[in-house]
């Protein structure tokens, strides 16, 4: 449907999900205002009303920082803009004005709403787009600018999503992250003035912030209590999150790209469009809102979202750089002995003239190691297979080190400032992917390991280096680099999908740094930390569950922390479980316990990837950490908890409340995974209402004598 232009006649516009609205309006003026985002009404005629009961007057007069739905720099509004523009003639002022509006039922779950507005005296257009996702109550929104000025325009701050929002206080939950700590979180209320949150290092954009966060308006919002707004970039590149309060009421939040040292020249007829912002509104707590992204992820946006994983055996942490055939095949037989599906070789195996023996030298030579290898990966290709075994491989191509024939061969393919010193993080310089042939290499880099092991069945993509010195050697306008890496790395990325649309592609950036949702289109999980001690896991898998699913969360059992081998795996099986241990020096229980893990595993890994994840019991607060993971017809739930107090004695002594289960069905309850030789103190003969165990709970009875339980909840 398109409504043609009218200048004065207030128009409405709702954004609809399942048990949200977003409501735009036009105002006198015909600017485009967001007046609502919250809880639908029941009358949707009481929309119009919203707006004349703001009574925001900031100055003597009501104009200046209207709630505009996207807002432009130069003119009216004077607090941070979403948009800054320098025209072609060199004016620096926009003011948009509604112009037009697209809809588009995609499908019965999603509408596409585009709002198109129009500055009044340059031909300059931005249309707003909101994608909404009916069920799972999720907006995505995004931008398209384009312009017939008579000359290029520059785009100074071209953010993709704006969001005003009122309340009287604010509280923003943001991650922070260091390797080996990533998402730690902080919650903190929002002063006046702005806070801003962002990332400027170019690739691993995670590794100081997150970009994604939670607001909770009025008070800090709980698992089941408070307004939340949850939201995330999807841009594996520098973003930039700023939250502005201002009066006494509203917080406005702008979220983008960052624009730091890109300024983007846009020619007349050039579109550009801005990545997507994700988000969620719950009126009911921030379990709600994470599993609404979560839904999201699975069905729409991760790749293999509903889709199946494989389990792996990984030779990182049990051999870094030192292997040869003999330890493979030895730790491929392992593989099958664990009874996990794939052998993941990791860093290490190629590198011939710069030797790829430790993280100094080989980056970017992807021939396989002779000395290593006498036989190629093909070889161990062929040895996966015969075990009954798959095969999988590290790759880490967007990188090289100075000690490689790739840095002597391609001076000009490298990231750096040609009269600067040369910076490294972790030995190493980045790629020039916004050169289209460092762009073929990386996309060959993957297809030659195809043509040496066409059964590939893995792929652990990892990404060590920041960037510092940004300069492309061959772009001609540097303010462009940041933006164009992105886009190099993800036309890569897409060819490599279009040609392999089903290899299982672990996202990794030295740990977790890199998790962001443009990048999980390509990617079908990602390793969320190095740090694999299950102590620290279980917070670092934690606060990845306010926006991620499990199925997206790779988490291995090692040597790393003192616990038990159970703990560490029932740690390790809330998401994709994998191996990275000894398996030869594993204990006759040990091994014992671990095949039945697996076993256990393949047989509840389906609830814990796709179905509902409640946040039952939080660690920092409590003795006993509880997660649950419920199935789509109720009927079962698997719940993990884990002791981590280190106080002497210290016991789970109230039952635990468990949540989406069906208040009318019963269940028993029985302890799974257990260790040999050791029984439960659950009764799996009891039986108990749905309604039983979520208002009066369980207790899993968890101590510094049963550090980790399992429990599995059943329909009779
Ligand atoms: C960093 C990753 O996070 C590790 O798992 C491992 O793959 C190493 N790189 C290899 O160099």
């Given at each position: 449907m398109t409504i043609g232009q009218s200048n004065f006649a207030q128009k409405t516009f709702e954004i609809t999900t399942k048990n949200n609205v977003l409501v735009l309006e036009t105002d006198k003026d015909n600017s485009l205002l967001l007046s609502y985002i919250g809880k639908k009404l029941k009358n949707t005629a009481e929309y119009s009303s919203i707006q004349s009961l703001d009574?925001?007057?900031?100055?003597?007069?009501?104009?200046?920082?209207?709630?505009?739905?996207y807002i432009a720099s130069g003119s009216l509004n004077l607090l941070e803009p979403a948009l800054t523009v320098t025209h072609?003639?060199?004016?620096k002022s926009t003011e948009l004005t509604f112009s037009r509006v697209e809809e588009k039922q995609i499908d019965q779950n999603r509408k596409l709403t585009s709002i198109v507005l129009k500055d009044a005296k340059y031909n300059f257009e931005v249309s707003l787009h909101y994608l909404s996702y009916f069920n799972e109550d999720v907006i995505e929104q995004w931008v398209q600018i384009v312009h017939k000025e008579k000359g290029d325009v520059v785009l100074n701050k071209y953010a993709s999503a704006n969001l005003t929002l009122s309340g009287k206080k604010f509280f923003l939950k943001n991650h922070y992250s260091g390797w080996g700590r990533e998402m730690r979180s902080e919650e903190q209320q929002l002063l006046h003035g702005i806070k801003t949150i962002d990332s400027k290092l170019g690739t691993r954009n995670n590794l100081l912030n997150s970009s994604s966060f939670m607001i909770s308006i009025d008070q800090p919002a709980t698992e089941d209590l408070g307004e939340v707004v949850a939201g995330s970039l999807e841009w594996t590149g520098n973003f930039r999150l700023d939250f502005e309060t201002f009066d006494e009421y509203y917080l406005r939040l702008t979220a983008g790209i960052n624009n730091f040292s890109g300024n983007y020249t846009l020619k007349p007829g050039e579109e550009f469009i801005t990545p997507r912002f994700v988000y969620t509104y719950s009126a009911n707590g921030k379990g709600i809102a994470s599993r609404n992204l979560q839904n999201w992820a699975r069905n729409y946006q991760l790749l293999e979202g509903m889709g199946e994983r494989s389990t792996l055996l990984n030779n990182w942490e049990t051999t870094y750089f030192d292997f040869n055939d003999e330890k493979l095949n030895h730790l491929i037989q392992d593989t099958k002995k664990l009874g996990v599906d794939v052998f993941l070789l990791d860093d290490g195996w190629f590198g011939n003239k710069f030797p790829r023996n430790n993280a100094t030298a080989g980056l970017g030579d992807w021939q396989f190691n002779k000395q290593k290898l006498a036989n190629g990966i093909s070889a161990l290709g062929k040895e996966a297979t015969a075990n009954g075994v798959k095969f999988g491989i590290w790759l880490e191509p967007e990188m090289v080190n100075p000690k490689s024939e790739l840095y002597e061969n391609h001076p000009d393919w490298i990231i750096r400032q040609p009269e600067r010193k040369e910076y490294y993080m972790r030995n190493q310089l980045v790629l020039d992917l916004s050169n289209p042939k460092v762009q073929d290499f990386v996309f060959n880099t993957v297809d030659e390991v195809f043509k040496e092991?066409?059964?590939?069945?893995?792929i652990k993509w990892d990404c060590n280096s920041l960037i510092y010195n940004a300069n492309s050697p061959t772009l001609k306008n540097q303010d462009h680099f940041y933006l164009e890496y992105v886009k190099g790395l993800n036309s890569v990325l897409e060819r490599i999908r279009k040609k392999y649309p089903k290899i299982p592609m672990m996202l990794c950036a030295g740990g977790g740094t890199r998790v962001d949702y443009a990048a999980l289109k390509y990617f079908t999980e990602f390793w969320p930390s190095d740090n694999t001690n299950p102590f620290d896991r279980i917070f670092i898998q934690w606060e990845y569950s306010y926006y991620f699913p499990s199925v997206a969360v790779d988490n291995h059992v090692t040597d790393m922390g003192k616990q038990p081998i159970k703990f560490k795996t029932d740690v390790a099986m809330m998401g994709k479980l994998g191996y990275d241990v000894k398996v030869n020096e594993l204990d006759e229980k040990e091994l014992l316990f671990s095949q039945n893990a697996v076993k256990i595993y393949n047989s509840i890994k389906d609830i814990v990837w796709h179905g509902q994840q409640y946040r039952l019991q939080d660690p920092y607060e409590n003795k006993v950490a509880a997660i649950s993971y419920v199935s789509e017809t109720r009927d079962t739930a698997i719940i993990f908890n884990y002791?981590?107090?280190?106080?002497?004695?210290?016991?789970?002594?109230i039952p635990i409340k468990l949540k989406?289960?069906?208040?009318?069905k019963m269940y028993k309850i029985e302890e799974v995974n257990l260790y040999p030789g050791t029984t439960s103190p659950i009764d799996s003969q009891r039986s108990y209402s749905g309604d039983f165990l979520m208002t009066v709970g369980i207790n899993p009875e968890a101590d510094a004598g049963r550090t980790s339980v399992v429990l599995k909840v059943m329909t009779l």
């Open positions: 009574k925001y007057k900031p100055g003597s007069d009501d104009l200046f920082n209207k709630r505009e739905a072609a003639d060199g004016n092991v066409p059964d590939l069945a893995f002791y981590v107090s280190t106080l002497y004695n210290a016991k789970n002594a989406g289960l069906d208040p009318d």
